[in-house]
């Protein structure tokens, strides 16, 4: 576990389907949790930290452990609209769409292209921006990224895609710390991070 801003967590463990490490984050003060795949210290780590009221996904597919949260704890579980098909029968779910104002005075921002429900989550009490997984950060690669073609239906026009969301994104919201599913975050300079990776 570890502090990136004050009040702002981060941690990385492995998925157990995919086997990879993935990103998840906590807001301590509002008790709110992106993309959550319980840590290795466990449920306890919450349970010393305040356990959260809600886990936001920034996608249909990172719903991760939000699941286990909202039996641990009543955690309400927030997905957009266009990503709801998928979650049938998991458990309930709070319905929100591009533009809402979700907990902890976080904005919804629709970014599509790689998928219909690729949301950007804005965060301004943190001054950060939470993202899917349109733009990732890999080990040993140097700079933010796309996930490989064999992920994409339609490479050339998902990359379009992607850039004019993000350049739009970059146009309208301030934010210094890029909270990523796939990789870690980065902390300080994350508005010029994401801009030269659209001019790249």
């Not at 466990?42 to 305040?50: K, P, R, S």
């Not at 989550?121 to 064999?150: K, M, N, Q, S, Y």
């Not at 990523?180 to 659209?198: S, T, W």
Request: proline share 8%; with cysteine; aromatic share 8%.
């Amino acid at each position: 576990m570890e502090q990136i801003a004050p009040g702002l967590w981060h941690w990385a463990t492995i998925h157990p389907r995919i086997e990879k490490p993935v990103h998840s984050y906590y807001l301590q003060p509002e008790r709110v949790a992106i993309d959550v795949l319980i840590p290795g210290e466990g449920l306890e780590w919450f349970e010393a930290h305040g356990p959260p009221a809600h886990a936001l996904l920034t996608n249909r597919h990172h719903d991760r452990d939000a699941w286990h949260l909202h039996e641990a704890y009543g955690t309400r579980v927030h997905c957009i609209r266009a990503g709801l098909h998928e979650l049938a029968g998991r458990g309930p779910v709070e319905v929100f769409d591009w533009g809402d104002e979700l907990p902890g005075g976080i904005v919804a921002h629709e970014v599509g292209a790689i998928c219909a429900d690729e949301t950007a989550l804005h965060i301004p009490a943190h001054d950060a921006l939470a993202v899917a997984d349109g733009v990732v950060r890999w080990p040993g690669v140097e700079g933010l990224t796309f996930v490989p073609d064999h992920l994409m239906d339609d490479p050339p026009a998902t990359k379009a895609g992607l850039i004019a969301a993000y350049t739009r994104l970059l146009d309208e919201l301030d934010f210094d710390i890029l909270l990523m599913a796939h990789g870690a975050p980065v902390v300080g300079g994350a508005k010029q991070a994401l801009l030269e990776f659209v001019e790249r």
